[in-house]
């Protein structure tokens, strides 16, 4: 079997539906509550969060449901964003956009230090 899964499939034992996880978020509105975007015709503009700039390269496109960093490369989905943001790792960044499965105890890898904390319900 391969290690790689197809989108939208739960992995065996997760139970985690990716595809009703990316639906229910609004991108631009998760991202947006982490940092500044400004709308810019159909997408939205911000500076990366990834990297230091002063000019914005970051750019949310709501309709294909991906952000993409044009000065250091960033690029994915709402459940990449969380997780890369926050240092987390897949199932605690579905945990954080509301799966219904949480990540047991103990399967949290520790938070960058490069990275916002964020609080996890108990």
Not at 3 to 16: D, E, N, V
Not at 63 to 88: E, P, Q
Request: net charge positive.
């Amino acid at each position: 079997m391969s290690k790689h899964r197809l989108a939208g499939r739960p992995s065996h034992g997760q139970g985690i539906d990716t595809d009703a996880l990316r639906h229910a978020a609004s991108l631009a509105g998760v991202i947006g509550a982490r940092i500044k975007l400004a709308r810019r015709g159909s997408e939205w503009i911000g500076l990366c969060p990834f990297h230091d700039e002063k000019t914005p390269s970051f750019s949310v496109n709501e309709a294909k449901g991906f952000y993409h960093c044009f000065g250091c490369g960033a690029h994915g989905d709402v459940i990449r964003f969380i997780a890369d943001f926050h240092g987390l790792d897949f199932r605690a960044a579905c945990a954080v956009l509301g799966a219904a499965e949480m990540p047991r105890h103990g399967d949290r890898p520790a938070i960058s230090p490069h990275r916002r904390p964020i609080l996890m319900p108990a």
